[in-house]
């Protein structure tokens, strides 16, 4: 089964109850199994421009890249091109964005975080800067595949606080990393072996803000059948909890084995992409 066959993929976004204008930014494309979603952050929407930019150059950079490498190959100290794509395009985008934010006073500070994702040979390449999470669904567990670059996952981490406290938090949106702060970034990436009948949802922190885990991972078994329903269902669910920030999801299904050709196939594929 092709990629596109094999992944059906769904995205809602939506200002919130207080926020005036939406600084999320969202993108898919089930063709080259690619997903991306930012949270910008600054004033006078300069959030929106950086998350904005992050989108653009990951979307157009990855996809042309898509064009003549097969993103199962490996590179010379091991690791996956797909993996590797995510990480460069992360490192462009925020230099893009930093220049931006130099150049141009308005844009001065601003920032986004990013979650983003490639779907390729039964497998997904993840990276990731500051809150946006990524969480996976399989039969009945529901877990968190990313960790928050945050103050608060930090104090978690050294046991200053527990996880049911944290909830209760004012130091929710106090990120220790993000794109296009400074000159360079460090992106965490990693690599999940997929299984037929996944969901995978990457979100903004304006869901799991406003909507517990548990309530997130129910809906999601619930709904999982209807992927557009189940992403309607979180936003309102967000903003019915009050809605204090912008909230974005992408909901990605896996129906299908999309295993990369091996052998005398894959080589056949490979002078056709010429």
């Known amino acids: 089964m092709n990629i596109q066959e094999a992944l059906e993929i769904v995205s809602q976004t939506h200002s919130g109850m207080v926020r005036s204008h939406n600084e999320d930014s969202v993108a898919y494309d089930a063709s080259c199994g ?3 979603l930012a949270d910008g952050m600054g004033g006078y929407n300069a959030g929106e421009v950086a998350s904005g930019i992050t989108v653009s150059v990951m979307s ?4 042309q890249r898509l064009g003549s490498v097969r993103p199962q190959n490996k590179k010379e100290n091991g690791e996956d091109i797909g ?12 230099a893009a964005i930093f220049s931006a934010a130099q150049s141009q006073p308005q844009y001065a500070g601003m920032g986004t975080t990013v979650v983003s994702a490639l779907f390729y040979d039964n497998r997904v390449a993840v990276a990731h800067v500051g809150d946006s999470r990524m969480y996976r669904l399989r039969g009945d567990s529901f877990e968190t595949i990313t960790r928050d670059h ?16 944290a909830r209760l938090s004012r130091n929710k ?15 965490e990436t990693h ?9 995978y949802l990457l979100c903004s922190d304006g869901l799991n803000d406003m909507v517990g885990d548990e309530d997130i991972g129910t809906t999601l078994g619930m709904l999982k059948a209807n992927l557009a329903l189940a992403a309607v269902q979180l936003i309102e669910m967000a903003n019915d909890n009050g809605g204090r920030d912008n909230v974005s999801v992408i909901l990605v299904k ?8 091996r ?6 594929l490979s002078w056709l992409k010429r």
């Open 83 to 94: 993996e590797a794509l995510l990480r460069e395009n992360v490192q462009k985008a925020n």
């Open 60 to 63: 157009t950079e990855i996809k």
């Open 191 to 199: 690599i999940h072996e997929v299984q037929v009948g996944d969901v």
């Open 150 to 165: 945050s103050l608060l996952q930090e104090q978690i981490d050294g046991g200053m606080i527990s996880k049911e406290d």
């Open 263 to 268: 052998g005398w196939l894959a080589k056949l």
């Open 34 to 36: 690619l997903v991306v």
């Open 254 to 261: 896996i129906n299908g084995d999309f295993a990369a050709p």
């Open 173 to 187: 949106n106090l990120v220790t990393r993000a794109v296009g702060i400074d000159a360079e970034v460090e992106v």
